[in-house]
């Protein structure tokens, strides 16, 4: 899957060097400074790269944190809400993609502010051997909890050659991380796979990276298609809540520094897709709720392989 990440990349014409892409076709509407995106240019970029799509998507929950609705939309009730972690698993016929990378036990603690919160064990340590089998490895954005399952890892030095960064997010982690226990001294950044892009990356047969920086600068978007057609939209952390989506409405936390502009354009296009493409599964990393549902629906496997 590699080698046809970096050979099928060239033969589209893409410019792979420190992997910067640029192709006029596909990112021409960065030109503006909004925040913009447009599903029928991502599903060609989902076809760039030759190869047999991917067969399904598995996540697994490996801890939670306990807030209050209205944290998470801002205007929601205060009643108690789930925020799951989570880290999501591309499978192929031939090997995996990890989304996201899980946390340890040290890193849990930063986002439980002094209390304990739910941490599974086991979870964790199907998260570390599916990151050991996968092919690629893959963020949403540059926080602890989507990260650090690489970053602070003991396997750390095995895993970042795998490891595909953002400059923006390499950025964050080297100048201003969000935790001591992940931030990257300039010799270990140098381990990863740095890329940059204008708007959208082909990442494999059916995957593709999609520039959303708001949430954090270096937070992106990742577009699933399996080859039964099915599509999939990960949306990291720009909502904790789906709710967010559905009303177009932020986050109202005071430990988040965002930047709500951008957000808030992605959460109204994100709302556009829901009557425009309605099959396509748009997935929030920690909802608790979505993800239960999706996996009793059968539409996500609640398992890593």
Request: glycine share 6%; aromatic share 6%; proline share 6%.
């Amino acid at each position: 899957m590699t080698s046809r990440l970096t050979v099928a990349a060239c033969l589209a014409g893409l410019v792979v060097v420190g992997a910067t892409v640029a192709d006029p076709r596909i990112s021409a509407q960065t030109a503006s400074p909004a925040w913009s995106a447009s599903l029928e240019d991502i599903r060609r970029t989902a076809a760039l790269i030759p190869g047999r799509r991917p067969l399904r998507l598995n996540l697994l929950k490996f801890a939670e944190s306990r807030r209050t609705k209205n944290f998470s939309v801002k205007g929601a009730p205060t009643i108690p809400s789930v925020q799951a972690r989570t880290a999501f698993q591309v499978m192929y016929a031939d090997g995996s993609v990890m989304v996201d990378a899980g946390m340890n036990l040290a890193v849990h603690k930063f986002f439980g502010r002094g209390v304990d919160e739910p941490y599974f064990p086991d979870a964790t340590q199907q998260i570390d051997q599916a990151l050991q089998r996968a092919r690629l490895i893959v963020v949403t954005h540059e926080h602890g909890d989507h990260v650090a399952g690489v970053i602070a890892s003991p396997l750390a030095n095995d895993l970042a050659p795998k490891t595909i960064l953002t400059r923006s997010q390499i950025q964050t982690l080297t100048t201003n991380p969000q935790m001591p226990e992940i931030r990257l001294s300039a010799e270990q950044a140098r381990r990863f796979v740095a890329v940059d892009y204008d708007a959208y990356f082909p990442l494999a047969p059916g995957i593709v990276l999609v520039k959303a920086a708001g949430h954090t600068p270096g937070s992106q978007m990742v577009y699933v298609t399996l080859e039964s057609g099915r599509e999939y939209l990960l949306i990291g952390d720009a909502t904790w809540h789906m709710d967010g989506v559905r009303e177009i409405t932020g986050k109202d936390a005071p430990w988040v520094t965002e930047d709500t502009g951008a957000v808030l354009a992605q959460l109204t296009w994100l709302n556009g897709l829901s009557r425009t493409d309605p099959g396509l599964v748009v997935v929030a990393s920690h909802d608790d709720e979505q993800h239960a549902t999706l996996i009793q629906q059968g539409v996500l496997a609640n398992r890593l392989e």
